[in-house]
């Protein structure tokens, strides 16, 4: 099909338009999708996104309290569904099974073995630590926990595979959105040739920009991965330790990530570049090179916490965002929570990530 452009889109009417195609907005406009609604997709061509430099890690644990991630148990299922369902539509295998290596201290052994039962967490980690792990290349003496439930997303593929489907679909337009061009009135909103019922922004960081969600305390960071080649490294499963070493194949791998929250720009630099080199120095101890550095802004809010709804003031506008550094598990969970609230199926978000709670209102 053509390409959706200014030019044959000309008084179009639809249900949703969406503002943005990362992470966010391609998992919104599935739910919508599947749900038979009618959207637009705008967004720009050469837009940065941090779903095209993240590693798409899922893991079920926070290493640091050896906890659950926050609501786990209630993503796992959604995400696998909404991940495989995909896989369906785009013709492509986005969701692969990982296994984490979680290099362990001293005395970090009988913590793992504690906080495993006491946590609940036999479900995603084995109790027992491997105090015998040895693979060449890797520095781990006091053995590693093993998480055996976790799993890695291929986030640039789900976005490029998306819009190749959107543009089929003629539901894509490649273009800048300027709020001074969003107008609403009568219960609906107006933005170029496209009536829409409502407008969604899945902006990413660009949404501090947003003069319609302003009291939204975003509070960004920006990340920073390695690319590398480790002839000599004999892993097949991630290894952690103060950051992630992830095997993609054929002597490739991929380091990180830092977390700055202050920052210039999108691009790559030497501080970070030195922070991984160092921690990957006190983990593998083969040569390797850099093959290439990538850095991202990760949309993240003051409580760590998504932020989706309707401005309470004008329920024509919508956001979805703040997905941070767990986009890949959050996103699906979240997508599918807030199409049901657009569609009429319920009339709740989840408190934690409800827009309403930086306008004072539940």
């Not at 038979?36 to 837009?47: A, E, I, L, T, Y």
């Not at 913590?111 to 109790?127: G, S």
């Not at 979240?334 to 306008?359: K, M, Q, W």
Request: net charge positive; glycine share 8%; proline share 5%.
């Amino acid at each position: 099909m053509m390409k959706v452009t200014e030019k044959n889109i000309a008084n179009r009417e639809t249900d949703f338009l969406i503002v943005g195609q990362g992470l966010a907005g391609t998992m919104l406009a599935f739910e919508l999708h599947r749900r038979g609604k009618n959207f637009v997709v705008v967004d720009s061509p050469s837009g940065e996104k941090v779903s095209r430099v993240a590693a798409g890690i899922i893991n079920p644990v926070v290493f640091r309290r050896l906890t659950k991630s926050w609501l786990v148990d209630d993503l796992f299922p959604v995400l696998k569904d909404t991940y495989h369902e995909l896989e369906k539509l785009l013709s492509c295998h986005l969701l692969h099974t990982l296994k984490i290596n979680k290099i362990l201290g001293k005395e970090e052994g009988s913590f793992w073995r504690t906080k495993t039962v006491e946590n609940k967490l036999e479900a995603y980690i084995h109790t027992e630590p491997n105090t015998y792990f040895s693979k060449n290349g890797i520095v781990a003496p006091y053995g590693v926990g093993k998480v055996f439930n976790a799993f890695r997303a291929d986030l640039p593929m789900l976005i490029d595979r998306f819009r190749e489907f959107l543009i089929q679909e003629d539901r894509f337009i490649g273009k800048e959105v300027d709020t001074k061009d969003v107008i609403t009135e009568n219960e609906k909103v107006q933005w170029k040739n496209i009536a829409a019922q409502k407008i969604i922004f899945c902006q990413g960081f660009r949404a501090s920009d947003n003069p319609f969600f302003q009291p939204v305390k975003f509070k960004h960071t920006k990340g920073q991965v390695l690319d590398l080649n480790i002839p000599d490294l004999e892993i097949t499963n991630m290894v952690n330790k103060g950051m992630f070493v992830l095997p993609l194949g054929e002597n490739r791998f991929r380091a990180g990530a830092t977390y700055r929250w202050e920052f210039q720009d999108t691009n790559p630099d030497d501080e970070a570049t030195a922070e991984l080199t160092g921690k990957m120095e006190k983990i593998v101890k083969v040569p390797y090179s850099i093959t290439g550095k990538r850095a991202g802004i990760r949309p993240t809010t003051h409580d760590r916490r998504p932020v989706v709804g309707l401005h309470p003031d004008t329920p024509e506008i919508g956001i979805f965002n703040g997905l941070g550094s767990k986009g890949a598990m959050l996103a699906p969970f979240f997508a599918r929570e807030f199409a049901r609230l657009l569609c009429g199926e319920s009339d709740t978000i989840h408190p934690e990530v409800n827009l309403l709670r930086y306008y004072g209102k539940k």
